[in-house]
């Protein structure tokens, strides 16, 4: 891919799937012809880092539940994510497992009534660090889009955040808003 080769939106991914459909990256991978996996390295109960628990609105090093995912575009890294959530939403669920979730964690949510309403989204461009530069097969001094996004439901209260790192030459996002 170059330069802008794969544009991504976000709203397939804030929206819960019916029942019988797969995840929304294996569905719009597969619309372009392409193959849409993602392998989770990490699943469970850790401390929060200090921004997540801002956004989240725990305290710095209270324990929340991730899940860790390398996201794959035929089988090369295109996407490292990390999905933290509340602890009194996730603990116990398919949300704190390695496990395939029917549907995506967004729909699990959903199914435990927990609906996001608002989604704050914020990037910015770095170099990744020795880890992520290695996950995502960049070149030296290759740079990375960063988008944290947090979910929030119709009381603003936070369901998830997302952290995720994207080389950037492979990863244009599109925003499309609907005005009026």
Do not use: F, K
């Not at 990390?82 to 729909?107: F, K, M, N």
């Not at 914020?122 to 944290?148: C, K, N, Q, S, W």
């Amino acid at each position: 891919m170059g330069v802008g080769g794969w544009i991504s939106t976000s709203v397939p991914y804030l929206t819960p799937r019916a029942a019988g459909q797969g995840d929304a990256w294996a569905a719009e991978a597969a619309a372009r012809g392409r193959r849409g996996t993602q392998r989770i390295v990490r699943a469970g109960e850790v401390p929060a880092p200090a921004e997540v628990a801002g956004l989240l609105g725990v305290e710095d090093g209270a324990t929340v539940v991730v899940r860790r995912r390398v996201i794959l575009l035929d089988d090369e890294p295109s996407e490292l994510t990390d999905t933290y959530y509340p602890l009194a939403i996730a603990r116990g669920t398919g949300l704190a497992g390695t496990a395939r979730i029917p549907g995506g964690a967004v729909t699990l949510l959903a199914d435990l009534g927990h609906v996001g309403a608002l989604v704050r989204e914020d990037v910015t461009a770095d170099l990744p660090d020795d880890d992520e530069r290695h996950a995502l097969r960049t070149a030296p001094g290759e740079p990375v889009l960063r988008l944290t996004r947090v979910t929030l439901d119709r009381d603003e209260r936070p369901l998830q955040v997302d952290r995720m790192v994207m080389p950037a030459r492979r990863q244009r996002l599109r925003y499309e808003i609907r005005i009026g």
